[in-house]
């Protein structure tokens, strides 16, 4: 009895594999029939693929960048005044205690 040697496929062809799997009407196991790959393959290509792209942080823009750093500066206008008020308002009711 002599074992099969496994099968080596190319990162484009998982890539591919993977593209039409997850855009395809079809199941899985008819994409991999169609193929000709084992199906338990092309789920752990699938499953592999998919957590790389969530595991990957969005692309910051300069735009994005500047839009948030205008909504801190906003946000950090606004403590300050809430501060000076309670600065304020403390001193009253201090002198009013006295």
Avoid: C
Wanted: hydrophobic fraction near 35%; charged fraction near 35%; proline fraction near 2%.
């Amino acid at each position: 009895m002599s074992r099969k040697k496994p099968n080596t496929y190319t990162a484009e062809f998982r890539a591919s594999a993977v593209k039409l799997a997850n855009g395809s009407s079809q199941s899985i196991t008819g994409v991999a029939k169609e193929l000709g790959i084992n199906v338990n393959t092309l789920h752990t290509w699938v499953s592999k693929y998919s957590k790389a792209k969530v595991t990957e942080k969005p692309e910051l823009t300069d735009e994005h960048l500047n839009d948030e750093l205008k909504h801190l500066r906003k946000e950090a206008s606004r403590l300050t005044e809430e501060r000076d008020l309670l600065k304020k308002a403390a001193a009253y009711f201090a002198k009013e205690r006295r």
